[in-house]
C-alpha cells in the first residue's frame, strides 16, 4: 500500500526550514528518500533503517519513527538546488521479491 | 561508466501499436524494476524482476509485457491494450548492502501516444 505524504506541497524562500511528512498503514523496516527535478531521473538522498540512527544529506535530515510508522524529511536553511519533488518510498516483500512503493511526493519550490 | 541506460529517450506512437522501451545495465545488479510516472501520481510500479527469467507484476501491469533473458537488460514492452500509456517511464535497479538496498533510476523515456 501506497505511503502518504504531507504536505503536498511548500513554497519557501531561500534559508527557511521544511519538513515532509511520509506515513505508512504497515510496519516500517525501512523508508528511502529521493528528489526529483522537473523532466529528470528521481535521485536517491538516503535511506533510514529500522532501529538505525538519522541519516543526513548535505543539510538535509531524516528521522524514522518505527513505532508510529512515519519518517520526517527536516530540510535546513534551504537552498534554491532544493527545490523539486521529494518521495518517500517503503519496501514491501512479497513471494521473496522486494519492491519499492512510492508516495505521491511532495513539491517543494524555494524561490529567492 | 556505470549505469543504467534507457532508450529511446523520447517515443511517439500511435494508438493501436506496441512500442518496447529498452532498459540497459551494467552496474551487476540483480533486481530491475519498471515505473510508470503522470503528473501527481507519483511513481507506479509495473513489474519487477528479481533475478534473470523471472519477473512479477507490480501495481498497474495490465497492458504491458517485460522479459528478463540477460542479467543486464528489462524491456518494457507497451502494448496496444494499455488504455492511456501516455507516460514518462522509469527504469531502475537495486544494489543490496549491508547498510540497506538503494533504488537507482535511469534518465527516463518519455512516450506520448498521438
Known amino acids: 500500500q501506497q505511503p502518504v505524504q504531507s504536505p503536498q506541497a511548500v513554497i519557501l524562500r531561500e534559508g527557511e526550514d521544511a519538513v515532509i511528512n511520509c506515513s505508512s498503514s504497515?510496519?516500517?523496516?525501512?523508508v528511502h528518500w529521493y528528489r526529483q527535478k522537473h523532466g529528470e531521473a528521481p535521485v536517491f538522498l538516503m535511506i533510514?533503517?529500522?532501529?538505525?540512527e538519522q541519516m543526513r544529506h548535505e543539510k538535509i535530515s531524516a528521522s524514522f519513527n518505527e513505532k508510529k510508522q512515519q519518517s520526517s524529511l527536516y530540510l535546513t536553511a534551504s537552498q534554491l538546488s532544493y527545490s523539486g519533488t521529494y518521495f518517500c518510498g517503503t519496501v514491501e516483500t512479497q513471494g521473496g521479491s522486494e519492491k519499492l512503493v512510492f508516495g505521491k511526493g511532495t513539491k517543494l519550490t524555494v524561490n529567492p | 561508466d556505470g549505469g543504467i541506460t534507457q532508450s529511446p529517450k523520447y517515443l511517439f506512437r500511435k494508438e493501436g501499436q506496441n512500442v518496447t522501451l529498452s532498459c540497459e545495465q551494467n552496474l551487476n545488479h540483480d533486481a530491475m524494476y519498471w515505473y510508470r510516472q503522470d503528473p501527481g501520481q507519483g511513481l507506479r510500479l509495473i513489474y519487477y524482476s528479481q533475478i534473470v527469467n523471472d519477473f512479477q507484476k507490480g501495481d498497474i501491469a495490465e497492458g504491458y509485457s517485460v522479459s528478463r533473458e540477460k542479467k543486464e537488460s528489462f524491456p518494457l514492452t507497451v502494448t496496444s491494450a494499455q488504455k492511456n500509456p501516455t507516460a514518462f517511464y522509469l527504469c531502475?535497479?537495486?544494489?543490496?548492502?549491508?547498510?540497506?538496498?538503494?533504488?537507482?533510476f535511469g534518465e527516463g523515456s518519455w512516450l506520448t501516444v498521438v
Open positions: 533510514l533503517l529500522k532501529g538505525g
Open positions: 531502475a535497479t537495486r544494489r543490496d548492502g549491508k547498510s540497506g538496498n538503494t533504488i537507482y
Open positions: 504497515k510496519a516500517l523496516y525501512s
